[in-house]
């Protein structure tokens, strides 16, 4: 059974640039959340895609944009990147009908904005 | 602005000790908390979680105890070895709307 899998791995940009990262939830998953993660910091929440459609957004710009397809994967879009953007991306994917709230992350992207 | 505090930063204990972490939290709005563990260069991996309505629960060698009067919550790691040097992180869930927030992070080191 694949986790939940991201591409690319590591990613070097630089300022003004456009960036897309994707994500393939685990198996049977149809929720797909993103997340940044600041070198020393938790992941912050950037937004939650459920049936294709935005449910839940975090406290980012509209810079960061993202997509989710009919199956169930996902794309996150960072325009006119900032030195600031640097850091690892995450994704989380869950189940919404499941008991278990449990979100399974990837390994994440690492983007280095120079 | 920080949704849940964690603390320490930074822990370093012998093996065989039991290193604590704690979490607090403001919004009572929060309904699940789970602690993650993450290696260098992986995502974040569940190691327990309790909802509030619990103060205690025990998987192996984690231990959350939960205060909802006092909204806190800690992780103990149990006869701790090398294996569990990690950074170790607490969340606070809104389950409607699956909403995670994350605590700093503590970077737990144990010795050999």
């Known amino acids: 059974d694949a986790g939940v899998t991201q591409s690319p791995t590591h990613l070097i940009k630089t300022r003004g640039q456009q960036v897309t990262l994707r994500c393939s939830p685990k198996?049977?998953?149809?929720?797909v959340s993103w997340y940044q993660q600041a070198l020393g910091q938790g992941p912050q929440f950037i937004f939650q895609?459920?049936?294709?459609?935005?449910?839940q957004r975090g406290n980012f710009p509209d810079r960061f944009s993202g997509h989710q397809f009919p199956n169930y994967s996902s794309e996150l879009n960072v325009n006119a990147l900032l030195l600031g953007d640097s850091a690892l991306y995450l994704c989380?994917?869950?189940?919404?009908?499941?008991?278990?709230?449990?979100?399974?992350f990837g390994p994440g992207t690492r983007l280095l904005v120079l | 602005q920080q949704q849940v505090k964690q603390s320490p930063q930074s822990l370093i204990v012998q093996k065989g000790g039991i290193p604590i972490i704690n979490c607090a939290y403001e919004n009572t709005a929060f309904d699940y908390f789970p602690w993650y563990q993450q290696f260098p260069g992986k995502g974040p991996a569940l190691l327990i979680a309790i909802r509030p309505d619990v103060s205690e629960k025990k998987e192996g060698r984690f231990t959350i105890s939960f205060n909802k009067s006092a909204k806190q919550f800690s992780l103990h790691i149990m006869d701790s070895q090398p294996g569990d040097s990690a950074t170790y992180f607490c969340?606070?869930?809104?389950?409607?709307?699956?909403?995670?927030?994350f605590g700093t992070g503590t970077s737990l080191t144990v010795i050999p």
């Open positions: 989380a994917s869950s189940l919404v009908s499941a008991l278990d709230e449990t979100q399974y």
């Open positions: 969340a606070a869930v809104l389950l409607i709307g699956n909403q995670f927030y």
């Open positions: 198996s049977g998953h149809d929720t």
């Open positions: 895609y459920y049936e294709e459609e935005e449910r």
